[in-house]
């Protein structure tokens, strides 16, 4: 009897570094040679990726699934710093300063992650100049969120600060001719008080606010936004 032999698994084999965006550029001669140096791993949803202070100087590239940075306050309340998107990459200030990393790393859907060793990437920015300018920008964009929240986080009470966070992930998501977005999947309560320090019930009743002035309204394809522009003019009267 023959018997016919099953492909293996694609989620079990290492996806590469092809959709990286930071080697989009780079040859695929380069881009394999680097992988070849890279370890990987798939974690399972919600696994810890890194821990905070821990030593090692790694950089990771979320070459599958997403990713998300995280704090947590002495009293064990979670903050959510940034999600890491397929195709982005963390871990790089650890490279470059040789400190204990400063935030921990978990996975939200399940990850491959490809970690390619501190000297490596030192080595892969300066053979191709480009990406460590990408760098640069990038830390440059890190840099001015982090004064926007730190503004927010100064001046803004927590209803407003969840309006200003569904304004960042109304802009994200794009907002079409009519001046309305649709933000997929529908942000979870959890994940919006975590990025703004408050608390799940609060995130519900300033939507359900907004939701009663018709500024949003939560539907099959996502939350949809009606009015981009009213709510940015709201968050800016907000701060002045």
Excluded at 39 to 66: C, K, M, N, P
Excluded at 132 to 138: D, G, M, N, Q
Excluded at 155 to 163: S, Y
Excluded at 170 to 180: L, W
Aim: glycine share 6%; with cysteine; charged share 25%.
């Amino acid at each position: 009897m023959t018997r016919h032999r099953r492909d293996a698994d694609p989620a079990a084999r290492p996806p590469g570094l092809d959709g990286v965006h930071l080697f989009a550029d780079v040859p695929a001669e380069a881009r394999e040679r680097v992988a070849k140096q890279c370890s990987w791993r798939r974690y399972a949803a919600q696994e810890q990726i890194l821990d905070r202070e821990s030593e090692s100087r790694d950089v990771h590239f979320v070459t599958q699934g997403t990713a998300r940075i995280i704090i947590y306050t002495i009293s064990g309340r979670e903050v959510a710093l940034a999600d890491i998107e397929e195709g982005d990459f963390f871990g790089e200030l650890a490279a470059f300063d040789g400190a204990p990393r400063s935030a921990s790393v978990v996975a939200v859907t399940a990850c491959w992650v490809a970690a390619l060793p501190a000297s490596a990437f030192m080595a892969v920015l300066t053979d191709h100049p480009a990406l460590a300018t990408e760098v640069l920008r990038r830390l440059s964009a890190i840099i001015r969120a982090a004064t926007d929240r730190i503004v927010e986080l100064s001046t803004l009470g927590a209803n407003n600060r969840v309006q200003a966070e569904l304004l960042r992930q109304a802009e994200a998501a794009g907002v079409d001719e009519r001046g309305r977005t649709v933000i997929r999947p529908i942000p979870i309560h959890a994940d919006i008080a975590s990025r703004v320090s408050t608390t799940r019930e609060t995130v519900a009743r300033v939507l359900n606010d907004l939701a009663r002035k018709g500024m949003v309204a939560r539907e099959r394809e996502g939350l949809v936004v009606h009015d981009v522009a009213r709510l940015e003019m709201l968050v800016q009267d907000l701060m002045g």
